[in-house]
């Protein structure tokens, strides 16, 4: 990642590689992005749009700049229409529908599409860059609906409402309201852009929806793995469980990465000794605790692995057709499929859903007698005079439960339902964008999950120190007393939706959340 010098808050955009952290930071808010003032730099991605212009004039065949576009390439345009082709494309793609990107998605994708024209190898001016700098400098943010696109000849459907924003189309979200693109930017003091041939399809004929919210997934995949661990070794301790089965020794002889991690982390966070050992109530608990490692570490492991591939695609020049401004040569081809984008979702949506379902297996052993060794039937911390008439947690399983299975539906592979679209010109997409929504829908109910398992944990540990006495080991009284200064102990009966919004947003920020997160 390319950081200014003397200014750690800004991530110079100048065709060097950038990480998923860079982007997640620039889409939160945090960050600033910034092109690069190197004279050289601006050389380079100007000679491409010059190389655009001296084609034309040499009367060369430039796909999208003199032909239509997709099945359409064998139409000729006149060279009196050339100038009007980009805004053509953006026009017709805007059929977009369903839910608008928030403000910090929107962000991404604005910084995932710059890094890619970055590269020099679209055919743009400097300009339309910094165009799009101004627009996240400013936050003006373009509507940008969430569905449309099949991921294939790039997120067109989608990213033609960034192009249209730029050139003061359509319509933007600007300091909390919905506007005209057009009244925003007076209001700002910004030109409205005027595309040149090739920049409405270098703007949209690129992967930059599903890799910016693959970049946000990929974060919010990486805290769900060690929170859910962090639950695991509460839920050990609340059921008097077996921290044995964590052992050091045992995890060497499969050394898979991931589970090696998982079992580490839950070794420190229980402070218990590699030494052989066991709880002499019982050799063995149940799967859903003795073999958490395995299930998260299966997460853990796919998380350098898919980190790889986007940002790979990240830092690519992925639209079509690619300009070489040395040579001059115009390259057709299909660098816009966002196969490994759809891929990574795909695993990761999987991975997510299967440590959902091991923390739902965990609660249902918490809530219920039979099972958590001496903890009160739902978790109840009601008197004995009033147990009668109070439930504890009893509905708040049952909501787990409700989620956890909506996220166990949505992994079906997005990546298999290709469609042939265009006139079979687009016969083979990668449903990328679908499957980075997907992600992203079970990551929100895996917020809802954690948020829920927050609270048993909590008030399962209450209850297990009232029964057995002792401490906790330093690292869970730490998390414990986080989550007392957040949730009132359930004695009566009340309505817990509040209290699990408040948690779900803490888990949204990093900074928050800290004190939740097992590994380092």
């Known amino acids: 990642m390319s950081v200014a010098a003397q200014d750690t808050e800004v991530v110079v955009f100048d065709g060097q590689p950038l990480d998923v952290e860079a982007i997640d930071a620039i889409a939160r808010g945090r960050r600033r992005a910034c092109l690069s003032s190197d004279q050289r730099f601006r050389d380079r991605i100007d000679a491409g749009a010059r190389a655009v212009l001296q084609l034309l004039a040499d ?29 053509h494309l953006y026009a017709y793609h805007g059929v977009g529908m369903g839910r608008l990107l928030d403000a910090e998605e929107t962000r991404a994708v604005l910084a995932a599409r710059l890094a890619s024209l970055c590269q020099g190898m679209s055919g743009v001016r400097h300009a339309l860059l910094q165009q799009i700098e101004v627009f996240l400098r400013h936050d003006i943010l373009p509507c940008i609906p969430a569905e449309g696109s099949v991921g294939a000849s790039g997120d067109l459907t989608p990213l033609s409402y960034v192009a249209a924003a730029l050139c003061g189309e359509r319509d933007v979200l600007w300091q909390g309201r919905r506007m005209p693109a057009i009244e925003a930017l007076q209001q700002a003091g910004v030109e409205p852009l005027a595309l040149q041939p090739k920049e409405g399809l270098a703007i949209m004929n690129g992967t930059a929806v599903m890799t910016a919210l693959a970049c946000l997934a990929w974060q919010r995949a990486q805290r769900c793995s060690r929170i859910a661990t962090r639950l695991t070794a509460l839920n050990v301790f609340a059921t008097a469980g077996n921290p044995h089965h964590f052992d050091a020794l045992l995890f060497d002889a499969k050394p898979h990465p991931g589970p090696r991690a998982v079992a580490r982390w839950l070794r420190r966070d229980l402070a218990c000794a590699d030494a052989a050992g066991r709880n002499p109530a019982r050799l063995q608990d149940r799967y859903s605790l003795r073999c958490a490692p395995h299930v998260i570490g299966v997460l853990e492991d796919a998380l350098p692995f898919t980190r790889s591939l986007i940002e790979n695609e990240l830092n690519s020049a992925n639209d079509n057709p690619l300009i070489d401004a040395v040579s001059g040569r115009v390259l057709h081809g299909g660098h816009f499929y966002g196969g490994h984008v759809a891929f990574a979702m795909d695993s990761l949506k999987i991975a997510i859903a299967n440590v959902l379902d091991l923390l739902d297996r965990q609660l249902a052993l918490l809530v219920d007698s039979r099972f958590s060794h001496g ?22 399983q049952i909501a787990v439960s409700a989620w956890t299975a909506e996220a166990l539906k949505a992994t079906v592979p997005a990546s298999v339902f290709s469609r042939s679209t265009e006139c079979h010109n687009q016969d083979k997409v990668s449903m990328g964008t679908i499957a980075a929504r997907d992600c992203q829908r079970i990551l929100d109910l895996g917020d809802q999950v954690l948020a829920a398992l927050l609270i048993a944990a909590r008030q399962a540990v209450t209850l297990r120190l009232r029964i057995d006495g002792g401490t906790l080991p330093p690292v869970l009284a730490e998390t414990q007393a986080w989550l007392e200064t957040q949730i009132p102990l359930v004695v009566e009966d009340r309505a817990l939706d509040r209290e699990l919004i408040s948690l779900v947003n803490a888990l949204r920020d990093s900074s928050a959340c800290s004190v939740l997160e097992s590994g380092g």
Not at 379 to 393: C, E, K, M, V
């Open 375 to 396: 903890l009160p039937d739902n978790l109840s911390a009601a008197t004995a005079d009033r147990s009668a008439i109070n439930h504890g947690l009893k509905a708040l």
């Open 59 to 87: 009367e060369g065949v430039i796909y999208g700049v003199t032909t239509g576009y997709g099945a359409s390439c064998t139409v000729p345009v006149p060279p009196s229409q050339i100038v009007e082709l980009p805004h």
